[in-house]
């Protein structure tokens, strides 16, 4: 049988929040943040074909169903714009789940521009922000990429010159924390909350042209998982005992990073977390802006 060739491939990437503040609560009971964003190397990739059908595949089958938000931004797409045609979109995960990595909004705005090609939409970035932000703060950053400011909710996005690109060690601590988004925002007490001030210094850093020192990755989820989960802390201190001082939380976690000199050491240190410790990781690199 023959398979057919698809319409579409799209690469859908993860990201790093390399500072992430929470200054208090709005009176709409959504927390106020604010992070620097970057986009990385490490992607999903979508696959779009023609169809007069609406269906939705992926390599991890219990995403694929109708509850999907994939599937859920597709319809609308069709309905709002009166779409006569279908679409297949396959996506291949390569981004861990429920990570901290940003690969389910990632994945949501790939789809966005995807159909926006697809379809012939013709809608602009800021059309297709608006349209993202309706299924989630991060979703906007994704139609975009590269490095960012983000504020308010998440879903207010200021660009940022491309950071020179830096390497990066994402490190699993096998710790599964159901509903993780809402129940890791559910652990934030006020002494947690910040000005804004750090991630300020390190936006005025990167629009200088400066490098971004490790000391001003300041991220709130730091110290919420490690007061909360004895696997964040168990990683943390192996990593530590093999000489990787510099550890930070990959958005809200679980997932932990540190910046590192260049991809062959990054996967020197891989090579010994999975025969020594039997810890999973993921060299990757920073990349620049892009448009979906």
């Known amino acids: 049988m023959k398979v057919k060739e698809a319409d579409l491939n799209l690469e859908s990437p993860a990201k790093l929040n390399l500072s992430l503040e929470v200054i208090g609560i709005l009176e709409t009971g959504f927390h106020e943040i604010s992070s620097i964003m970057q986009s990385l190397d490490l992607h999903d990739d979508i696959t779009f074909y023609e169809s ?88 906007p950053f994704f139609i975009h990429g590269g490095t960012a400011y983000s504020h308010g909710t998440g879903t207010e996005i200021r660009q940022l010159p491309d950071l020179a690109t830096h390497a990066f060690l994402l490190i699993d601590p096998k710790c599964i924390i159901p509903n993780k988004t809402a129940t890791m925002y559910s652990k934030i007490i006020s002494s947690d909350y910040t000005n804004g001030g750090l991630t300020r210094k390190l936006e005025a850093r990167i629009r200088g042209g400066g490098d971004v020192p490790q000391e001003l990755m300041y991220n709130v989820f730091d110290k919420i998982s490690s007061r909360n989960f004895n696997n964040v802390k168990r990683c943390i201190k192996t990593l530590k005992t093999i000489g990787i001082r510099e550890i930070h939380t990959a958005g809200s976690g679980p997932y932990l990073f540190t910046v590192i000199k260049n991809k062959d050491i990054g996967r020197a240190y891989q090579i010994l977390l999975q025969n020594k410790y039997a810890i999973n990781s993921i060299v990757t690199e920073s990349i620049g802006h892009f448009n979906v």
């Open 52 to 139: 007069s059908d609406l269906e939705i595949s992926c390599s991890v089958p219990e995403l694929a169903d109708q509850n999907n938000l994939i599937f859920q931004v597709v319809s609308k797409l069709k309905t709002e714009y009166s779409v006569g045609r279908g679409v297949k979109i396959h996506v291949q995960k390569n981004i861990p789940l429920a990570s901290g990595l940003g690969g389910g909004s990632s994945n949501i705005a790939t789809v966005l521009g995807g159909l926006n090609l697809l379809w012939d939409l013709r809608l602009t970035n800021e059309e297709l922000k608006r349209t993202g932000a309706m299924f989630g703060s991060d979703i």
